[in-house]
């Protein structure tokens, strides 16, 4: 498969006790201790007063963090695609209306029934910014944040258009946390772009191969986050562009492919 690359901008990072980007570069640099006592989710913005009372918590996190990186960028959210990623979706909406079926009388709230679809996020990001561009929702276990980059990689190469990566996980209830346990809220986003622009962090060159060690970060808070939230296998490209330092970062990938990024800094 021949490499791909695009230019990376724009990012926004939210897990309890690392609300933004900036938090997050601090985090990544020093390597201290993660305060996670405030579980708030922040709440989409870019929604209507309507949208806010019917979204989800999932919804509210995936728009919130999409919403920073556009507005950090120079790209309007109408003239980018989208890739939303996250490994479970709504699960707590899941276990609910699983939990209604199995009543003696069901009901199913129509309102929670939509929220239950893996493209909510999308949907509601197209309601709230009236975008018209293609949008895609992708979810491959603990693989989601690797496929969905270099689907977006791939996209953005082909199309000659910028893309908006958001991925985004929230704690599963019990029982359907036994077969992937999130333990911690945790998203980033960010906007990836085919010409290099005014804001652009770094070029983003993406390979699939093999006989490759996964890139470990060197903080025990991030590497716990990272087991807790499968989103947060991103944290060693984080830390790169956190540090602005140029080198390959290996992320895991299909078994027995990983994904190697080269990542060049460019400011």
Not at 31 to 53: F, N, Q, V
Not at 158 to 177: E, G, H, N, W
Request: proline share 6%; with cysteine; net charge negative.
């Amino acid at each position: 498969m021949s490499d791909h690359f695009a230019y990376i901008e724009a990012v926004a990072v939210a897990t309890p006790g690392i609300p933004d980007w900036d938090a997050a570069k601090t985090q990544l640099q020093h390597h201290g201790e993660i305060d996670t006592s405030d579980k708030t989710i922040p709440k989409a913005a870019c929604l209507s007063s309507r949208e806010k009372r019917r979204a989800s918590d999932t919804v509210n996190l995936s728009l919130h963090l999409a919403q920073t990186s556009c507005d950090l960028s120079d790209i309007d959210p109408k003239d980018c695609r989208s890739v939303f990623l996250s490994s479970d979706g709504d699960a707590d909406i899941f276990h609910e209306l699983a939990s209604n079926l199995a009543e003696s009388e069901p009901a199913i709230s129509p309102t929670l029934f939509h929220q239950s679809l893996h493209n909510s996020a999308s949907g509601y990001w197209h309601i709230a910014t009236g975008s018209q561009m293609p949008s895609t929702a992708l979810s491959i276990a603990e693989h989601t944040f690797s496929a969905g980059l270099l689907s977006s990689l791939i996209e953005v190469q082909a199309t000659q258009i910028p893309s908006l990566v958001a991925a985004y996980d929230l704690p599963s209830p019990k029982p359907m946390d036994a077969k992937n346990p999130t333990k911690i809220w945790f998203g980033v986003s960010f906007i990836l772009t085919p010409l290099k622009t005014a804001k652009s962090l770094a070029k983003l060159t993406v390979e699939i191969c093999e006989d490759h060690p996964i890139t470990v970060i060197n903080s025990d808070a991030l590497k716990t986050l990272a087991i807790q939230n499968t989103i947060a296998r991103c944290l060693p490209l984080l830390d790169r562009l956190a540090s602005s330092t140029s080198g390959d970062v290996i992320l895991d990938y299909l078994s027995p492919s990983v994904l190697k990024l080269n990542v060049e800094i460019v400011q």
